[in-house]
């Protein structure tokens, strides 16, 4: 970061390269838009490229501070685009990103699957912002109550509270759009 | 977390803790066992249970999904080229300060230099007039012998106790109140007859100086003998 800094190019895309990845996905899962996703992370760089002097390494990490102006940026591209579900997301080659084929799926398996994943997606994207914040965390990037806590900066209670009404929401919804809800199917 | 051990949970506080059963790190053992146990006699926490380890695998499946998702290459590329684009002004402001600086301190150094000998020179000036006054009255009058042309010495004289003794020229009126100047001249007396003023015959071939009183509009308007005729 210090010779990104002073103008080392090479510093800088290392730099960017070890974190763009997580970056990235953080603001894919959380806005549902790849392009949204690229704008944020591209923000997020321009941001550190015009004011290196925003970091200080006595107040945390290089990854901890681009966390959070990511997080700032994703926040307000919600504010603006309240409820954006996405159309097929595609990687660069143009192929689409989601559901990797595997040998035993049949295509009537695999277009259920893929439906079913536009609707899980849907229904991350369809929750509060602080909801689907700790959702995306947790559940999605599978990190510990405790990261989540330090990346967010709130107590770890605060993670837990609602990690449990962003899961329940979630799994009124999931619920809902099952053909047979599941919880009917196991009562009766 | 004791009377878990030794009780049972109700629905209420599964539901409080059901969607962390599967995370090891969430809960403690005594906890998690009161709960299994409930779960065990329970169908309707069961079903939730159920409910939540299935889409708990399709977020999972979705995480999995996006696992490898990155910005695309073209974000690197605007990156970098704001980067060199940025770094490139800053090389260049930082050359136009250290230059301004440069240039601000070369002509301070200049003025300080200049202002140094002047003041140099004023000083050793000074002294050279201060050494050289009780002479200066002779020096000046051999300067101003030396200097004057052979017809006409032209005098600037500004004070008006010089007034007093000049005779008008006849038709003129003189204002003493307007600044004139004094011109002195060296002229045959015989030319005082074209001022209009009386000559004696005898002596109108003799040289003198006389001082004329001119007016603002450049003519005599009078005249006076001058003083240190010689």
């Known amino acids: 970061m210090r010779r990104a800094a002073q103008g080392d190019e090479e510093a800088f895309a290392l730099l960017y390269r070890r974190h763009q990845g997580a970056l990235y996905r953080f603001a894919l899962r959380m806005t549902g838009s790849a392009w949204g996703a690229e704008e944020i992370v591209q923000d997020v760089f321009m941001t550190l490229i015009r004011a290196p002097k925003k970091y200080d390494p006595e107040r945390g990490s290089v990854g901890a501070l681009l966390f959070g102006i990511a997080r700032n940026r994703v926040m307000k591209h919600l504010e603006r685009i309240p409820r954006e579900v996405p159309l097929e997301e595609k990687n660069e080659d143009g192929s689409g990103a989601g559901i990797v084929l595997q040998d035993n799926f049949t295509p009537a398996k695999w277009m259920e699957a893929r439906e079913r994943m536009h609707q899980v997606r849907a229904a991350v994207l369809d929750l509060p912002a602080e909801f689907r914040e700790a959702v995306v965390m947790c559940e999605l990037d599978e990190m510990s109550y405790e990261e989540a806590a330090q990346m967010i900066g709130c107590p770890i209670g605060t993670i837990r509270s609602r990690l449990h009404r962003g899961r329940a929401l979630l799994l009124a919804k999931l619920e809902l759009l099952r053909d047979v809800p599941r919880r009917m199917k196991v009562a009766r | ?230």
């Open chain 2, 1 to 230: 977390m004791e009377m878990f051990g030794k009780q049972q949970m109700n629905c209420e506080q599964v539901e409080a803790i059901v969607f962390d059963l599967d995370r090891d790190s969430a809960l403690d053992a005594p906890e998690r066992a009161a709960a299994l146990s409930h779960l065990s006699h329970c169908s309707r926490c069961a079903a939730l249970q159920e409910s939540w380890q299935a889409a708990r695998e399709e977020l999972r499946t979705l995480g999995e999904a996006t696992l490898e998702a990155a910005a695309p290459a073209r974000v690197e590329m605007r990156l970098r080229q704001e980067f060199r684009t940025k770094h490139r002004t800053m090389v260049v402001r930082r050359g136009t300060m250290v230059a301004a600086w440069a240039l601000a301190a070369a002509a301070l150094i200049v003025g300080l230099v200049g202002w140094r000998n002047w003041e140099q020179s004023r000083r050793a000036e000074t002294a050279k007039q201060t050494k050289a006054e009780p002479n200066a009255p002779a020096s000046s009058e051999v300067a101003a012998s030396q200097t004057q042309p052979a017809d006409i010495l032209a005098a600037a004289l500004s004070s008006a106790d010089d007034l007093g003794d000049f005779t008008p020229l006849p038709g003129a009126a003189p204002d003493l109140t307007e600044p004139s100047e004094i011109l002195r001249v060296r002229m045959e007396r015989g030319s005082l007859g074209a001022l209009g003023l009386p000559v004696n015959e005898q002596s109108a071939g003799d040289w003198i100086q006389v001082d004329l009183l001119v007016g603002n509009d450049g003519l005599p308007e009078a005249v006076r003998l001058a003083q240190e005729e010689n």
